[in-house]
């Protein structure tokens, strides 16, 4: 489908997030700033295997995101950072041009600006976020994004089987060491500990 009016994909951000807030509104149209730029018009429809986004971070915009995009984790066309900044970086992959859009730190001082009596914060952010323009929420810059072929959906390749666990690794995850292949817990990413 071509691209929604923002009460329409505010109504589909609400229901994927659980609830409408001011980051939601950030989130989609820092999405359809992105798109916009990268003369993506059909993200959902013609132009829906065009796009990859990375997200760094995981708050309330970056549910927003998918909505727009039509960038999924499952589909492996969205991409988590963990750096803990409100931005996102959409790759178009027929061009292979990248814009990175971020949220700029005096959005929220100027919304207070701008709705002053709108209530609570979150309340006078979703106001102004609908209506500021693009240069003023967020700051846009081409980057390059280097894509290796196992980090594009659709990749296909044989399963690696860690030497340690016996479990089975998808997408050139494994790592060498000391002649063993391994899974990156087993190498010593692991985030949780065995009971
Ligand atoms: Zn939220
Ligand atoms: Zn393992």
Redesign the pocket.
Known sequence: MPILTLPEYEELAARA????????ILGLRMALYGIRLLGIRDPAGADRKRLIAFVEID???A?AIPVVTGCRLGKRALKFRDFGKTAATFCDRETGRAVRVAAREDSKQRAQQLFPDAGSANEQQMRAYRVMPEEELFVAQWVRVTLREEELPGYKATRATCAACGEGISFRREVEREGRTLCRACAGERYYETL
């Open positions: 997030h659980g609830h409408l807030c001011a980051g939601q708050r309330c915009a549910d």
